[in-house]
């Protein structure tokens, strides 16, 4: 659980909190609920190691991050 708010903590950092609808640890997995135009997938830096499209959702995977964008 520390691993994960450190992980938290470095995202948002570069991020401004506000940015995100969303923000939770579910089964271990940080997970960043955010608008599309709010935020900047560049910004946050991480190299995704997948990246999924659900109908009006772009699902960014990495480790134990996600990042859903609507």
Do not use: C, H, P
């Amino acid at each position: 659980m520390k691993t994960n708010l450190r992980k938290l903590a470095l995202i948002l950092r570069k991020v401004d909190a506000s940015k995100f609808f969303s923000i939770s640890i579910y089964n271990g997995s940080i997970v960043l609920g955010a608008f599309e135009q709010d935020v900047l997938i560049d910004d946050l830096n991480i190299n995704w190691d997948s990246v999924e499209y659900d109908l009006d959702l772009t699902i960014f995977k990495k480790n134990n991050v996600k990042l859903i964008v609507s």
